[in-house]
Structure formats: structure tokens, C-alpha cells
T-cell receptor
Framework: QKEVEQNSGPLSVPEGAIASLNCTYSDRGSQSFFWYRQYSGKSPELIMSIYSNGDKEDGRFTAQLNKASQYVSLLIRDSQPSDSATYLC???????????FGGGTRLMVKP | GAVVSQHPSRVICKSGTSVKIECRSLDFQATTMFWYRQFPKKSLMLMAT?????????EQGVEKDKFLINHASLTLSTLTVTSAHPEDSSFYICSARETGGVREQYFGPGTRLTVT
């Protein structure tokens, strides 16, 4: 069973702080990693993709990938109340075509 | 990013009727589209993978005769919930991946189905 694990939260951070969201995966051959944001009652929105070890930055978001540790994270700098949502980690395994999702981490940014 | 639309956004139907949901990729061609279902406060559950011009691949436990999928063109896939029952009430979301090796997958806005 290929798994993607996330802490369900809620993760509560004050406005302006850095939010750190973590994800581990079991399929060592996975090559593609994604972070989606899902507001309550809405569909997921792709915010970051990362394929190589290291950091990838896009605005206030930084994705970090460590394939040796099978770990991917998302940092949100200068967190805003509008960032409050569930963040889904998703992985495409080496044999597959489909996304495997983690259960999501609920982030709450308090003003 | 690429845009995926779904129609309708909300539908209420009576038990025993069928409902068709459309998923369109608006600015790209998608050989592969995916259909998910999500119950309140639960994770996304993949129902099936839809491939243009061929039969859909259903996940274990998903009845292919109840959830009919057609992917007749590179920009349109449809999901028909046949003989709907109240337990089919859920949030149905499609996603699409652009043809040609692109790995990003974009989601439509979802369709909220209520069966009375």
C-alpha cells in the first residue's frame, strides 16, 4: 500500500508567522510531488509542484523535497488569515500515473 | 495554471433518477481525466481514471455500471450517476492532466450532488 502521511492538525499559527507543513511518503521511487490547498467546500487548488531534491520558492511558498528521507514540506511565509485551509500533499509513485493524497493538514492563521 | 470547468456546480435529484456531470479542460487538451468523490471532512477518494477514446479504469469498490464515464474528446469527460440513491450524495470533483507528459493535475470546481 503506497501511503502519504500528514499530520491532520489543526496547525495554528499567528498572522505573519511561518507555517510549516510536513508530509512523508512510503514509495521510495516517487518522482513527482505536489501541494494543493483546499478551502472548506471547495475543490483542491494546485499551489506547488516539486520534482528535485532541495527547495523551490514561489512567492510566499517554499516547497522542500528530501528524497533520501522521503519527506516533502511546504513553508508559508508571512502567513495570512486567508491562508487558513486544508493543505494536501500528493505524490505520483514510480509506477503510476495517479496522485496519492495525504489526509491533509488543516492550517489556521489567527489574526 | 490550466483551467478545468465542471457543470453543473450543484444538482438536486430524486432517488432513482440519473445525473450527468461534465468536466471540461478549457485551455488545454487532456488525454487523462480523473473523477473523485469527497464526503464532508473526509479525504478525496479516486473513483476512476478516464482516458480519451478508451474505457475508464475504476478503483476497487466503485461500480462501473452505476458510475458511467465517457471521455469522448480531449477536452470533455462526463460522469453519469445512474439510479441515484441518497447515499450517492457527495461532492464530485474531476481533474485533468495535460497531454504530453506534463505531471501537474488541475481540479475542476466540483459538483455537489444531493439525492432526495
Amino acid at each position: 500500500q503506497k501511503e502519504v502521511e500528514q499530520n491532520s492538525g489543526p496547525l495554528s499559527v499567528p498572522e505573519g508567522a511561518i507555517a510549516s507543513l510536513n508530509c512523508t511518503y512510503s514509495d521510495r521511487g516517487s518522482q513527482s510531488f505536489f501541494w494543493y490547498r483546499q478551502y472548506s467546500g471547495k475543490s483542491p487548488e494546485l499551489i506547488m509542484s516539486i520534482y528535485s531534491n532541495g527547495d523551490k520558492e514561489d512567492g510566499r511558498f517554499t516547497a522542500q523535497l528530501n528524497k533520501a528521507s522521503q519527506y516533502v514540506s511546504l513553508l508559508i511565509r508571512d502567513s495570512q488569515p486567508s491562508d487558513s485551509a486544508t493543505y494536501l500533499c500528493a505524490v505520483i509513485g514510480d509506477a503510476g500515473n495517479m496522485l496519492t493524497f495525504g489526509g491533509g493538514t488543516r492550517l489556521m492563521v489567527k489574526p | 495554471g490550466a483551467v478545468v470547468s465542471q457543470h453543473p456546480s450543484r444538482v438536486i435529484c430524486k432517488s432513482g433518477t440519473s445525473v450527468k456531470i461534465e468536466c471540461r479542460s478549457l485551455d488545454f487538451q487532456a488525454t487523462t481525466m480523473f473523477w473523485y468523490r469527497q464526503f464532508p471532512k473526509k479525504s478525496l477518494m479516486l473513483m476512476a481514471t478516464s482516458n480519451e477514446g478508451s474505457k475508464a479504469t475504476y478503483e476497487q469498490g466503485v461500480e462501473k455500471d452505476k458510475f458511467l464515464i465517457n471521455h469522448a474528446s480531449l477536452t470533455l469527460s462526463t460522469l453519469t450517476v445512474t439510479s441515484a440513491h441518497p447515499e450517492d450524495s457527495s461532492f464530485y470533483i474531476c481533474s485533468a492532466r495535460e497531454t504530453g507528459g506534463v505531471r501537474e493535475q488541475y481540479f475542476g470546481p466540483g459538483t455537489r450532488l444531493t439525492v432526495t
